[in-house]
């Protein structure tokens, strides 16, 4: 079942330097009785016009294209304080490119080879403000953040044992009535643990609180 927006449409706008794939992406997104596709880029320059004149819910950005690659886009767009939220598609699975999508600010990352099956979950998932990466990117995420940041893991925060749990689960992807269901208490708990988590540490955005739980080594590889 679809978890977006039910009074209107997730306006779409897909940056891509091929044709053929803007255009079966196009397709397939239209598909959605939820999805309106709104503009189309070919390059980054194109995609920050576009997310500046068209506002969209989402944007779909390739990370390699002519002019200005995907991640200065992201990078400028954020720069903007638009609304819109970015999934990066990528042919590259490397750590690099992981850490890099979510430091320009993007809310997703998709690989091109599996964007048939997850890149509607994926902009889903980022139009409602959580982060979208698939499996093997997250283990990549923990093994790179675990490796580089293990001294820091040892230092200690300001964070209770129930704001580090409900910390955890954020970062891994679940939602406040899941996590509510796993802790046993309400939702409307979880979501004050959650604002006490972001005003201690001063952390707003998602990816902002997955990137530090990955940092302390609260998420181990293989969970």
């Avoid at 939702?187 to 998602?206: A, C, F, G, S």
Wanted: net charge neutral.
């Amino acid at each position: 079942m679809s978890e977006a927006k039910t009074d209107t449409k997730i306006r779409i706008v897909l940056a891509d330097d091929h044709q053929v794939l803007r255009s079966g992406l196009r397709a397939l997104l239209n598909m959605e009785p939820d999805f309106e596709v709104v503009g189309e880029a070919s390059n980054g320059i194109q995609a920050v016009k576009l997310a500046e004149t068209l506002r969209p819910d989402v944007i779909v950005m390739d990370v390699s294209m002519p002019e200005m690659d995907g991640l200065q886009a992201t990078r400028d767009i954020r720069s903007l304080d638009l609304q819109s939220k970015i999934v990066m598609l990528t042919v590259h699975a490397d750590e690099e490119y992981l850490f890099q999508t979510l430091k320009a600010g993007a809310s997703g990352f998709v690989h091109k080879s599996s964007a048939d099956r997850e890149l509607i979950e994926a902009i889903r998932t980022a139009n409602r403000g959580d982060v979208f990466l698939y499996p093997s990117a997250i283990k990549k995420l923990l093994g790179g953040f675990l490796r580089g940041e293990s001294r820091k893991a040892d230092e200690k925060d300001s964070l209770t044992k129930r704001e580090r749990e409900v910390l955890k689960a954020t970062a891994e992807g679940y939602t406040n009535h899941e996590i509510a269901e796993q802790l046993v208490i309400s939702p409307k708990t979880v979501d004050t643990y959650r604002q006490r988590i972001r005003e201690k540490l001063n952390l707003h955005h998602r990816s902002e609180l997955v990137r530090y739980a990955l940092k302390r080594g609260y998420l181990v590889p293989g969970e």
